[in-house]
């Protein structure tokens, strides 16, 4: 039965407080099914899936199997896909993900686990695929099934334009798919065109289905699939014809739920400070006004009728949100020494400010605050950059290849070789011959990853030189959770944790600029935000951190909505050229491969656009016009703590 601020949605939605707090939820519902099934001298059949998402629930089944004796003696699994051509002990395979994650952790008899194959030959393939059904039919059909979301809104590989009815199947994967996988096969050019899935009809032959969702970039396919009615161009959405399925998902994938994103369409609401400026800021784009020529008419014909009699009129309620919004607006990120700073969004003193800007990877600092790092360093905070983690995941085998090569021709060219010592081109040379050597999806050696670690600190250098930062306030933490793993496997240490904590304690910053907050927590910007926490958590209280005030900041495509941001740092078009020119310095970064999809850009041009989309969002609902606006969000460090 769904509540009233449920009503536009078609399958029933919980939103939980964080991954954490769900995953343990599903795991506690697969245990109580099997330790049920196992009384009644019966197996639990699961359906399970990859991908990040599932993670933290096979870590708590594991923990339940370890410290609460649950026994997978009597579960048999079948998992809903495989990349089609990959081997099974492909470090990238689901058969690998699987044994790696959950079944080697485990009692699960192996004859009891099922993968559809990645191998069969291409003429066995559709028998190959029937019997995998048949299998799921012979054991009595799946009792729980779990799964994940893609940003195409696939479920399993089932891209868009799978029917309800599909079955067990070869499918060719969507761009967007590959592309988003581009990571775990270090470049796009090696992840696999084909894949065997699960089809959507044997997914909705489970008794019990839940589908999980973490991060904003999940948020918009979560909406659709809820909200909207069922179609073939969103396989999840086809889920809405299931008798029992359930979307679990945190808050930053809940956010475009009706619900959610415009509450005083669904129901009652409790208006507060932040809601009213939600509602005005929203009216204001809906009809195209600016804040200050709203009427009482507006309010009223777009659902606000009631924010009008509890706080209207409709001139108060203008004014006060146009001013807050007003408000959040400075070119003194740092604060402005010697002036009034009652309607700043940051105070006057102590000046100059220690900063510390945190960024996941070298490059997030400067495509996402880039302009403003250079406002805080010209007008005399003094700021350090700290990357957590070294990037070099990121860099294309391409790039260390070129570099390695020049070292090594270099010292034949230039005669630099000494015969008597170990030369740096004879290091060059062996590296070379390792990369040339190595698949390509073989996960690179210390030396090759060490490598690839340099290209990015010169580019972090080059670009914090356009910003006029010294290399000397910049600071490469190399978090070990990321050096020693891999996407979609990193596990954060308490080593990671006393480095994060030594920087905050040796900088002591007036400010911290952090990122990850709405990300998957899977992610490397999401872990790096875990670790914030943790670290905060650990120096809370520390006499400096009283005096310390933590903005946030929000990645390319995840940009801040006008009602959340607390602080605008408009940028000139010279600043927002500068801060283009600094980005051009992660030529690592840059797509490997020549754009035939001109939707997909460069990330350079994605920033651009972004900065040039909020300021153009200022300027709609009534504010001055600017070039560009870097945006932030004020965080207490009590909502941190207790996130
Ligand atoms: C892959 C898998 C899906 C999964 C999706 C999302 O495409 N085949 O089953 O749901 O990725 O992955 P993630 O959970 O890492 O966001």
């Not at 090696?190 to 909705?204: E, H, Q």
């Not at 391409?398 to 034949?412: C, P, T, V």
Request: one cysteine or more; hydrophobic letters at 35%; proline letters at 5%.
């Amino acid at each position: 039965m769904s509540t009233e601020a449920e009503q536009f949605e078609r399958i029933s939605t919980r939103v939980f407080q964080n991954s954490s707090a769900a995953a343990q939820e599903v795991a506690g519902e697969i245990a109580d099914l099997i330790k049920r099934r196992s009384k009644e001298g019966k197996q639990a059949v699961l359906g399970l899936a990859t991908g990040s998402t599932p993670l933290p629930v096979y870590q708590e089944l594991v923990r339940l199997h370890r410290e609460e004796n649950l026994s997978f003696r009597n579960v048999v699994t079948f998992n809903l896909d495989e990349y089609y051509g990959l081997n099974t002990d492909h470090p990238e395979s689901y058969h690998q993900f699987m044994w790696q994650r959950l079944f080697s952790k485990v009692d699960i008899p192996e004859d009891q686990v099922h993968l559809p194959s990645g191998t069969v030959k291409r003429t066995k393939v559709f028998a190959s695929c029937a019997s995998y059904d048949e299998a799921i039919n012979k054991v009595g059909g799946l009792d729980y099934q779990i799964l994940g979301i893609g940003r195409t809104g696939h479920i399993g590989f089932n891209e868009p334009g799978s029917t309800r009815d599909s079955k067990t199947r070869l499918v060719s994967l969507d761009a967007l798919t590959r592309r988003d996988a581009a990571r775990d096969f270090l470049g796009e050019a090696n992840v696999p065109r084909y894949a065997i899935t699960m089809g959507v009809g044997t997914i909705l032959k489970a008794d019990r289905t839940v589908l999980m969702a973490w991060g904003q970039a999940k948020a918009g396919v979560v909406q659709q699939a809820v909200e909207e009615a069922p179609n073939e161009n969103l396989p999840a959405g086809l889920l809405q014809g299931h008798k029992d399925v359930r979307f679990f998902i945190d808050e930053p994938a809940s956010e475009l739920l009706t619900r959610i994103r415009i509450p005083w369409l669904v129901g009652p609401v409790d208006w507060d400070k932040r809601t009213i400026r939600k509602a005005v800021l929203w009216l204001s784009k809906k009809t195209q006004k600016p804040i200050l020529k709203l009427q009482d008419s507006d309010y009223n014909e777009f659902g606000l009728g009631e924010l009008l009699t509890e706080v209207g009129p409709a001139y108060d309620l203008n004014i006060s949100v146009f001013n807050q919004t007003q408000h959040t607006i400075t070119g003194w990120p740092g604060g402005k020494p010697n002036a009034d700073d009652s309607n700043r969004p940051e105070r006057a003193t102590p000046f100059p400010k220690r900063v510390l800007v945190l960024a996941p990877e070298p490059d997030e600092d400067v495509l996402c605050m880039g302009g403003t790092i250079h406002r805080l360093k010209s007008q005399g905070s003094e700021v350090t950059l700290a990357y957590l983690t070294s990037g070099n995941l990121a860099v294309p085998d391409s790039m260390a290849r070129q570099i390695l090569s020049l070292m090594s021709e270099m010292e034949s060219q230039l005669n630099l070789k000494n015969a008597e010592d170990f030369s740096l081109g004879q290091v060059a040379s062996v590296l070379l011959t390792e990369l040339q050597d190595s698949g390509s999806n073989a996960g690179d050696s210390k030396p090759i990853r060490q490598v690839k670690s340099l290209v990015r600190r010169n580019e972090a250098g080059d670009a914090s030189h356009n910003l006029k930062i010294a290399k000397e306030s910049l600071h490469f933490l190399d978090l070990p959770f990321y050096e020693n793993g891999r996407y979609r496997a990193f596990h954060a240490t308490d080593e990671d944790q006393e480095k994060l904590v030594a920087l905050l304690r040796e900088v002591k910053p007036h400010q911290i600029y952090f990122t990850g907050a709405h990300a998957d927590p899977g992610s490397v910007s999401g872990v790096g935000y875990f670790l914030l926490k943790q670290a905060l958590k650990e120096v809370s209280n520390d006499p400096w951190i009283k005096d310390t005030n933590l903005w946030s900041y929000r990645g390319i495509g995840q940009e801040w909505p006008l009602f959340e941001i607390d602080m605008a740092v408009p940028l000139s078009p010279d600043e927002l050229n500068l801060k283009v020119e600094a980005s051009f310095q992660y030529r690592s970064q840059r797509r490997q491969f020549p754009l035939r999809d001109s939707a997909h850009k460069e990330i350079w041009q994605q920033t651009d656009e972004l900065n040039r989309n909020t300021a153009a969002a200022y300027d709609q609902v009534g504010m001055a016009e600017y070039e560009a606006i870097e945006a932030f969000k004020r965080i207490n460090l009590t909502e941190v703590l207790e996130s």
